[in-house]
């Protein structure tokens, strides 16, 4: 079976096979290369094996998914974060730069990625971290590629075109945003 139909059979309602597709074949394009994503989950294995020898490197908040990513895949490369937000304050968010910075490890602040995918937190309801922060910190990298997930939710797509601007492609729900370097 195609991987990507595979996902989409392992993980009903999340990502389409055609998201699927374009995120994987943007990591097959710079493999070996650094790849950063926000969240873990049924899909991650496939992105480290598309990113063989590679970096790839996984943001986490959620200690049920680091440990359900380390027992599926014992070599991951996941590091735990914090998100200080929640959705529903979203829109007073937008611009306060200090709130939505992240705190994150040196290394990622200071390597050039190939690909940043925004693919957490949750952000379905109120209650939980909403994609503020890591989208606003996401913005902030050194990176070719930023693609952000479920952008047919209003905060991302708002959150999307207020940091990274507009996107260079649409496939689906997936918004890609392509950087030139000098």
């Not at 970096?55 to 680091?66: G, H, S």
């Not at 380390?70 to 490369?77: A, D, G, L, T, Y």
């Not at 590629?145 to 689906?172: A, M, Q, S």
Request: charged share 30%; proline share 4%; aromatic share 12%.
């Amino acid at each position: 079976m195609d991987p990507y139909e595979e996902l989409v059979s392992l993980n009903p309602g999340n990502g389409s096979v055609s998201e699927y597709r374009h995120l994987g074949s943007l990591i097959q394009k710079y493999s070996p290369g650094n790849v950063l994503i926000f969240s873990v989950g049924k899909d991650s294995k496939l992105w480290m094996k598309l990113n063989k020898y590679g970096n790839t490197l996984f943001l986490e908040d959620v200690r049920k998914w680091i440990r359900f990513s380390r027992k599926i895949s014992p070599e991951i490369n996941i590091t735990k974060v914090n998100y200080s937000t929640r959705r529903r304050n979203w829109k007073k968010l937008l611009g306060q730069d200090k709130k939505l910075q992240m705190r994150l490890p040196d290394y990622v602040k200071k390597t050039i990625w190939d690909i940043v995918f925004v693919d957490g937190p949750r952000g379905y309801n109120d209650k939980v971290p909403g994609r503020m922060q890591s989208i606003f910190s996401a913005s902030k990298l050194k990176t070719r590629h930023l693609l952000v997930h479920d952008c047919d939710r209003e905060v991302e797509k708002v959150y999307f075109n207020k940091y990274i601007g507009t996107p260079t492609n649409i496939v689906d729900k997936l918004y890609h945003k392509e950087f030139k370097f000098k």
